[in-house]
């Protein structure tokens, strides 16, 4: 540390001095600064290097090795891949996990898309425009815990949902939503599309009020409107926004609705909403497979790494053309 | 920004000369400057009005059904379950003095530990990769920043060991440190980019002055990030406020559960109380609606962080 620290500005004040330009005492003045900043800069940077090292870094490293053992949170033997293969690919319930999964992310384009048809309608709307951002952006601040308490007494066999229904005629449809398998886990789909619904809304709509304004003048001038406004001015123009909502979106699909899962069904009935993520939790703090949970937190950081490469690609694309 | 404009200027041109209508540097139309004068026809008058009133029913319409779940809670934490519907602050009054206030004094001190490990250590970092770059500044921060696509999962079942090695699982000051720790690669990523939007002219004239480093970012840079450390430590208060995952694990004794976890347990028992739960998750939620209320704009400016260049 403390001979690297040296070495640069001593290189840098050989070439000074060798430069005829340079006077003596600028340049070693000048390398006192930029060794003082050097200085600075490292003991700046420690504090957070250390913390992220200890608290993400090694777990993280520590979780890959343990992936790959018998690991029963004191002792571990080494098994290659058999968490992977017999723990997470061949497992009875894999099947219907990865589903839930892909279901959840695969609804994500569709909320997205009808976000931004609402955050046009918005950006077009004048009348109660405050009023408006402020209640769809309002869920952001409610939690999954509340959310999900919230919803599922909504959707309970003796909730306000099924009494609505009974009270317009369609007595029939009401159920204990969350009882079935399939039920279940649209119901899981629909809240969690409601959750950044509004989200979505608001982050496309300041998308849309802060693009150029000219564009869209000019375009209304030469008689664009309507759908043909929408896809080919407004879309172009937000696409940057579009993609953030569907990365964000679908990276919270994919890693952050634990919380919304356990408060409203607990995985079940079954597995039938049990995604990749909670997996992780069920398979480790319910059945003390501690390195089975391991080999899913991988799993989940392999996903959330082609995410970042989607984006990343996509992002390149756009600045190219 | 000029990429993006000429990006559309292309996509238009390519479509006009494909669509019926005139040309782009057609002369202005009358139709057009009918629209302007207001001399519209009466068809394009009604279908306007149509469209307007249409906009604004399915706009109240989708805001009545985000607020509805909300609203809900309010009158089943105020009313009696016993098909009266009557006022009552009974369920009020059993939440305040039932077990919550203790949970969310935890989840306060959890959340403020955070958010000054957050906003010391990253502001520190985030100064010194922009302004104070030193040999292998550049790959150090390129790590911190990749670590924001590390989940939690990936490392939460090997810290919770770690925590339990230690004797921390309980610990409330350490769990804060942890949620300070998982938003550090966040907010480094943001308050860097602050940072560097910001003329290194200032530091050097500081310097040349006679200034120190410490004394540059205390007294020049950390004042010019106050907007930047609000949007940040706003972001981190609702993330750790809200979070389940973490609690659940780390902060299982009964006296020092956060708000989610009572909550989230409360759902469980037997005696489940719809106006109590209502009531427990209303005052939950109520510190972040007010911070949400105060910072709406600062919220919306952090999740946008990624979109700008």
Redesign the interface.
């Known amino acids: 540390m403390t001979v ?2 040296r ?2 500005p001593a290189e840098k004040a050989v070439a000074w001095r060798r430069s005829p330009a340079g006077p003596p005492r600028a340049s070693q003045k000048r390398q006192t ?1 930029i060794r ?3 200085y ?6 420690l ?3 250390v ?2 090292s200890l ?3 090694v ?2 490293i ?2 890959l090795y ?1 992936s790959f053992t018998n690991w029963n ?1 004191r002792s571990a033997t080494w098994v290659g891949l058999d968490n992977y293969i017999n723990g997470i690919f061949l497992s009875p319930d894999f099947a219907r996990i990865a589903l839930n999964s892909v279901c959840v992310v695969l609804s994500v384009p569709f909320g997205v898309a009808l976000s931004v048809i ?1 955050a046009n ?2 950006a ?2 004048l ?2 425009r405050a ?24 959707l309970s066999g003796r909730g ?1 949902i099924n009494g609505l229904l009974s009270s317009v005629g369609l007595g029939m449809f009401s159920q204990d939503w969350l009882g079935g398998e399939t039920s279940a886990l649209i119901s899981i789909i629909l809240v969690f599309n ?1 959750s950044y ?3 979505n809304v ?2 496309l709509f ?2 849309m009020t802060t693009a ?1 304004a000219s ?1 869209t003048e000019a ?1 209304r ?4 409107h309507g759908v ?1 406004m929408f896809f ?2 407004v879309i ?2 937000v ?3 579009v993609e ?1 909502c569907l990365i ?1 979106t679908m990276a919270a699909a ?3 609705i ?2 919304l899962i ?2 409203m069904t607990s995985g079940g009935p079954g597995v039938s909403t049990t995604t990749l ?1 909670y997996a ?2 069920t398979r ?2 319910s059945l003390g497979h ?1 390195s089975q ?2 080999a ?3 799993l ?2 392999l996903i ?2 082609v995410f ?1 490469v989607v984006r990343l690609r996509a992002g390149v694309k ?2 190219d ?1 | 920004m000029t990429d993006r404009n000429s990006t559309i200027e292309t996509d238009t041109s390519n479509d006009v000369p494909l669509s019926a209508t005139p040309p782009r540097v057609a002369p202005p139309r009358s139709s057009s400057a009918a629209h302007r004068t207001g001399g519209r026809r009466v068809g394009d008058r009604i279908s306007a009005l149509f469209s307007t009133g249409l906009t604004r029913i399915v706009l109240v319409g989708l805001a009545a059904g985000t607020i509805a779940p909300l609203v809900f809670m309010v009158f089943k934490s105020l009313t009696k379950q016993d098909g009266t519907n009557a006022v009552t602050f009974d369920a009020w009054a059993a939440v305040l003095n039932g077990k919550l206030p203790q949970a969310g004094l935890i989840s306060l001190q959890v959340s403020v530990i955070a958010i000054l490990v957050i906003l010391s250590i990253a502001t520190l970092a985030a100064f010194g990769f922009a302004k104070l770059s030193f040999t292998g500044s550049q790959p150090i921060m390129a790590t911190i920043i990749v670590l924001m696509l590390v989940p939690g999962q990936t490392f939460i079942i090997t810290e919770y060991f770690n925590f339990s090695h230690l004797g921390l699982i309980g610990n409330i000051p350490a769990v804060g440190v942890l949620y300070g720790v998982t938003q550090i690669p966040f907010a480094t990523f943001i308050l860097t980019n602050f940072f560097r939007a910001i003329p290194d002219e200032l530091v050097e004239a500081a310097i040349i002055d006679g200034a120190s480093y410490p004394r540059v970012f205390w007294s020049i840079f950390l004042p010019l990030a106050r907007p930047a450390m609000v949007t940040v430590g706003v972001l981190a208060f609702i993330g750790v406020w809200n979070d389940l995952l973490i609690a659940l694990l780390f902060l299982p004794t009964p006296g020092s559960r956060t708000l989610s976890v009572v909550m989230a347990g409360a759902q469980d028992t037997r005696t489940f109380d719809v106006s109590q739960v209502m009531a427990g998750s209303l005052l939950s939620a109520i510190p972040c609606i007010i911070v949400y209320v105060i910072f709406q704009r600062q919220i919306a400016v952090g999740l946008t962080a990624g979109t700008g260049k």
């Open positions: 690297d620290l070495r640069a600064v003082q900043r050097q600075w800069g490292r003991l700046f940077v504090p957070a290097v913390l992220v608290l993400i870094i777990p993280s520590q979780g343990y949170g609402v309608l918005l077009n709307n009348w109660g009023w408006f951002r402020g209640i769809y952006f309002l869920p952001i601040a409610l939690s999954w815990v509340v959310i999900g308490i919230t919803f599922a007494y909504l306000p409601w619904f509004g989200i608001v982050l300041t998308g150029d564009i375009a001038l030469d008689g664009a043909k080919n001015i172009p123009q696409r940057r926004y953030l964000l994919i890693t952050s634990f919380a356990y408060t993520e992780l939790y480790s703090f501690f949970g391991a899913f937190g991988i989940l950081f959330s790494l970042a756009a600045d053309d």
